[in-house]
């Protein structure tokens, strides 16, 4: 394969490459679970990220776009737990490309390591039925380190009234004034939860500028003492609609503040999220979870008709 060049992320100049790229990778992976090309896009203009080291394209010899690749570092004291997002056309798969990607992942982060003096750990992503690609990740010294499952209902199925305890209220996002609230609630519910990583209120002021981003469906349950104690982040991502031709919508975030638990409120905010999805235009309602959540979700999603449609395996190397 002939490469001509590697570069740097160059911003909007690049970004209709990009997109091109993804969607011809979408087209032959049909990963239902992969970020679109609008949610890659916040990531890689995102303020925190160095696009100059942290982001690499590769170009063949009539320069265009066959493989990308970004390293996500969130900024923590004790050690560097990265990953590694990569897209490689079809066209040029397994020869080797792949590969190159991986050394350059790896490159990078001990750069950081040594600049940081922090151990560091290179993770990565897989869905369980891309065999070749799990075999690459093997021989490149990668291990499973977690499974998670895609799971979905249909939204034609009768959904139950959510019931919130006595002095509860259910309300969404409404401004910057609830960001640092927002924050707060969301990093002690998820406190105990596998490799979470702290949010901070820069993060998410960042993230709700997506112009696809709807506050009325950024659901929080309020308390009497108008405490934030439990919220469901929904979302309908017309880009990822329009390429599958489907109307799915996403639970993206649910969690509970750890002193506001075993109330229901957990089931509340959930059933609360599938009523304003399907109010809002989708007929089906997927989610991503940890198979083997320690706070029973997994258990609360079957409960309400959520089911396994897929299975995606992370995998993690020591740098």
């Known amino acids: 394969m002939n490469i001509l060049t590697t570069r740097s992320y160059k911003g909007e100049t690049d970004w209709c490459a990009i997109a091109n790229l993804i969607d011809a990778c979408e087209a032959v992976d049909r990963l239902g679970e992969e ?52 897209y ?3 066209n040029v798969r397994g020869a080797g ?4 990607i ?11 390591a040594k600049e940081r003096n922090l151990p560091a750990k290179l993770r990565t992503y897989s869905r369980e039925d891309k065999t070749d690609e799990m075999r690459l990740l093997e021989k490149q010294g990668f291990e499973v380190d977690r499974y998670f499952w895609t799971m979905a209902r249909s939204l034609a199925e009768p959904i139950p009234k959510p019931e919130f305890p006595a002095d509860f209220a259910l309300t969404h996002v409404s401004g910057e004034q609830d960001i640092q609230p927002w924050v707060e609630m969301f990093n002690q519910s998820f406190i105990d939860h596998w490799n979470h990583h702290d949010l901070t209120a820069e993060t998410v002021r960042y993230w709700m500028q997506d112009a696809n981003y709807q506050p009325e469906l950024d659901l929080i349950a309020v308390s009497g003492d108008r405490k934030f104690a439990a919220f469901c982040d929904c979302q309908i991502k017309p880009q990822k609609n329009a390429h599958s031709g489907t109307k799915d919508g996403w639970i993206e975030l649910l969690g509970t503040r750890r002193d506001f638990r075993k109330m229901g409120l957990g089931k509340a905010m959930l059933l609360a999220g599938l009523h304003k999805l399907k109010a809002a235009g989708a007929n089906t309602a997927k989610l991503s979870v940890d198979a083997d959540s320690l706070t029973g979700a997994t258990k609360l999603y079957k409960s309400v008709g959520f089911r396994p449609m897929e299975t995606w395996i992370e995998w993690a190397k020591t740098v």
């Open 97 to 100: 490309l792949e590969k190159d």
């Open 102 to 112: 991986i050394k350059w992942g790896e490159k990078r982060l001990r750069e950081v």
């Open 88 to 90: 490689v056309h079809p």
């Open 35 to 86: 970020v679109s090309a609008t949610e890659l896009k916040l990531i890689l203009d995102a303020p925190k990220l160095d696009q100059a080291r942290d982001v690499q394209l590769w170009e063949d010899g009539t320069y265009k776009l066959i493989g990308l690749s970004l390293l996500d570092m969130p900024d923590l004291p004790e050690e560097i737990d990265a990953c590694l997002w990569f």
